[in-house]
């Protein structure tokens, strides 16, 4: 699976951003997915996940409320609706799938290029 990730750029606190993945090379709703994030210094952690169809999803508690997952199957693309953006969401991005969808899982086979998102106060 061939994942592209866009969307990033620089908002002002409070602002909304979305960011989109596209895949290729494989089917598409075969996957799970996640989003991750990473700043300078500190370990990837995941921001959110969702399961084949879209049935279940997952946020990391620092999210919650604020961000959303979702995707699209016909078009082979996931999505990260980010409102209410704060400073410390600053981060580089990364879109990641893999066969098995668990809430708790944290290592993805496949791994997009990141997108950068910087948040200003």
């Known amino acids: 699976v061939q994942l592209q990730a866009s969307g990033g750029g620089l908002v002002q606190a409070g602002d909304s951003l979305r960011l989109s993945c596209a895949a290729s090379g494989r089917t598409f709703s075969n996957y799970a997915m996640g989003w991750f994030r990473q700043t300078p210094g500190k370990e990837r952690e995941i921001v959110a996940a969702i399961s084949y169809s879209g049935q279940r999803t997952y946020y990391a508690d620092s999210v919650k409320g604020r961000f959303t997952i979702s995707r699209d199957n016909a078009k082979n693309t996931v999505y990260l609706q980010m409102n209410s953006l704060k400073p410390e969401d600053t981060a580089v991005y990364y879109c990641?799938?893999?066969?098995?969808?668990?809430?708790?899982?944290?290592?993805?086979?496949?791994w997009g290029q990141g997108t950068l998102v910087t948040v200003s106060s």
């Open positions: 990641a799938a893999d066969r098995v969808y668990s809430d708790y899982k944290r290592t993805y086979d496949y």
